[in-house]
């Protein structure tokens, strides 16, 4: 039943998976020995570098996500990851332009599909492993189900092996060979009004738009004083609050503090994120979220819905419900339609209180290459883009 995924290094889904099996599938190999010639495609395709730096080509890397990436089940939303949020997200520190890998027709040289990976470092079972992580898989629409998403993966792969790295980090919706875990999307309400014109959610039984709105109102302004920016002064007090912290997680990430200037420094309209200091002015507390809107698929009066994304929050000098509370109000003072988290990490403990609903997706993280242990989602200390 997998034609692809039953010839890679995956654990399958009925195998069983014992602690003495923990670590790679397959042995690494001379980076030498990897086929230097890029996979074969059909004869009208041919194989590109995006080059993001090029606003034309960056330009063209946004229209075919916001007409053909991620859908939720019922095809009401899609993705619309902005043009200076992707350039954030490729451009990691240690990023390629060769795996930033398009897919072109010969005859139009339209982009029709891609593929990409950036270089990480992640903790799994106290384990430091070089991984990539792979993103943004997305193919037109009207070249579906033709077999060509085994192509990119087999290609990004020999690109990524070449490099001497053998293992990959992957989020999916579907159900592949195997999950490591599988996490619930949870949604807050920000503006009630405009989720329930837009189907996003709906009336609660016996509710009334008014009661509605009353019940998800928050504060004009933030609750704790001294919450302020993340700015460069603060950085590396705060990333090392994160690695502390992370730590404590099966499966989690390890920013140096490049990346964490990289991936925490706020940019408008992408990335979000707020410290509390104390009075040796170290970074005590840090919450950050990302924005990352949805086109509405078929709505007269709206055409896009603003959601926040719960990033990485580590509370110390206050509860982590009182610290979250105030993301929500940024959020909203943002302008923000819905605050959305995952159930990873410590975010369960604070869902109930702060009135997050469970949403209809799923978010299911992979290894390549590598065989774990099923864990839970409060194992989890990642969250991908
Ligand atoms: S998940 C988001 C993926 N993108 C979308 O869902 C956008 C909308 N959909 C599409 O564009 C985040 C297409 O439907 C795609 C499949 C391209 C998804 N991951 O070409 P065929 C990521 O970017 C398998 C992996 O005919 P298609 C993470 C499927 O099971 N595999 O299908 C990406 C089947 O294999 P099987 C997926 O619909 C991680 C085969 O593809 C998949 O035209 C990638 C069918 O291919 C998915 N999301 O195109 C893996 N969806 O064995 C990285 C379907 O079952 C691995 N498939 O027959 C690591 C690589 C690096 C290693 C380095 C050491
Ligand atoms: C790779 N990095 O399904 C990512 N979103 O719940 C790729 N549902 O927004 C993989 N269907 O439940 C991404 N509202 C996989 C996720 C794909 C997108 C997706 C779900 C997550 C979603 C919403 C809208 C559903 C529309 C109908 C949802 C109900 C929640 C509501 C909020 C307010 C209070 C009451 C409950």
């Known amino acids: 039943i997998h034609k692809f995924w039953s010839t890679q290094p995956v654990p399958q889904l009925e195998e069983q998976t014992?602690?003495?099996?923990?670590?790679?599938?397959?042995?690494?190999?001379?980076?030498?020995?990897?086929?230097?010639?890029?996979?074969?495609?059909?004869?009208?395709?041919?194989?590109?570098?995006?080059?993001?730096?090029?606003?034309?080509?960056?330009?063209?890397?946004?229209?075919?996500?916001?007409?053909?990436?991620?859908?939720?089940?019922?095809?009401?939303f899609r993705f619309d990851y902005s043009g200076s949020f992707l350039y954030w997200a490729l451009r990691a520190p240690?990023?390629?332009?060769?795996?930033?890998?398009?897919?072109?027709?010969?005859?139009?040289?339209?982009?029709?599909?891609?593929?990409?990976?950036?270089?990480?470092?992640?903790?799994?079972?106290?384990q430091q492993l070089q991984v990539v992580e792979i993103n943004f898989l997305c193919?037109?629409?009207?070249?579906?189900?033709?077999?060509?998403?085994?192509?990119?993966?087999?290609?990004?792969?020999?690109?990524?092996?070449?490099?001497?790295?053998?293992?990959?980090?992957y989020t999916a919706g579907v159900v592949l060979p195997r999950p490591v875990a599988r996490c619930r999307y949870y949604h807050r309400s920000l503006n009630?009004?405009?989720?329930?014109?837009?189907g996003f959610s709906r009336l609660g039984p016996r509710m009334t738009l008014s009661r509605t709105i009353k019940l998800y109102a928050l504060p004009e302004d933030i609750t704790i004083v001294g919450l302020e920016p993340l700015s460069l002064q603060h950085v590396s007090s705060?990333?090392?609050?994160?690695?502390?912290?992370?730590?404590?997680?099966?499966?989690?990430?390890?920013?140096?503090?490049e990346e964490f200037s990289h991936w925490f420094l706020p940019r408008k309209n992408?990335?979000?994120s707020y410290i509390l200091k104390?009075?040796?002015?170290?970074?005590?507390?840090?919450?950050?979220?990302?924005?990352?809107?949805?086109?509405?698929?078929?709505?007269?009066?709206?055409?896009?819905?603003?959601?926040?994304y719960s990033f990485y929050n580590v509370a110390t000098s206050v509860p982590l419900e009182s610290l979250m509370q105030n993301a929500l109000i940024l959020a909203k003072q943002e302008g923000f339609d819905v605050f959305n988290a995952l159930d990873l990490m410590e975010n369960e403990t604070f869902f109930k209180q702060?009135?997050?609903?469970?949403?209809?997706?799923?978010?299911?993280?992979?290894?390549?290459?590598?065989?774990?242990?099923?864990?839970?989602?409060?194992?989890?200390?990642?969250?991908?883009?």
């Not at 037109?140 to 990004?156: F, M, T």
């Not at 990524?160 to 053998?166: L, P």
């Not at 993280?365 to 991908?384: A, M």
């Open 278 to 308: 104390n009075e040796n002015g170290m970074v005590t507390d840090l919450i950050s979220f990302y924005e990352l809107p949805s086109t509405v698929i078929k709505h007269e009066k709206y055409k896009s819905l603003r959601a926040a």
């Open 18 to 76: 014992i602690a003495l099996d923990e670590g790679p599938i397959e042995p690494n190999k001379d980076p030498e020995d990897i086929r230097k010639q890029p996979y074969t495609l059909l004869p009208q395709f041919e194989w590109t570098e995006c080059d993001i730096e090029n606003q034309e080509e960056l330009e063209e890397l946004y229209q075919l996500l916001n007409a053909n990436y991620v859908e939720d089940e019922d095809a009401m």
């Open 354 to 385: 702060l009135k997050f609903h469970p949403g209809d997706g799923f978010l299911h993280y992979y290894l390549y290459n590598w065989r774990c242990w099923t864990l839970s989602p409060s194992e989890l200390g990642l969250v991908l883009l």
């Open 238 to 257: 705060a990333r090392d609050l994160l690695e502390q912290y992370l730590k404590r997680f099966k499966f989690s990430i390890s920013f140096s503090l």
């Open 139 to 169: 193919i037109h629409k009207k070249l579906r189900n033709k077999r060509l998403a085994p192509v990119l993966i087999k290609e990004i792969t020999r690109r990524v092996n070449r490099s001497g790295i053998f293992q990959a980090v």
């Open 192 to 198: 009630p009004k405009k989720l329930i014109q837009v």
């Open 94 to 126: 240690g990023w390629r332009k060769d795996w930033h890998v398009g897919v072109r027709t010969v005859s139009s040289k339209r982009l029709v599909a891609f593929i990409s990976a950036i270089p990480s470092m992640i903790y799994i079972k106290g």
């Open 270 to 272: 992408v990335i979000y």
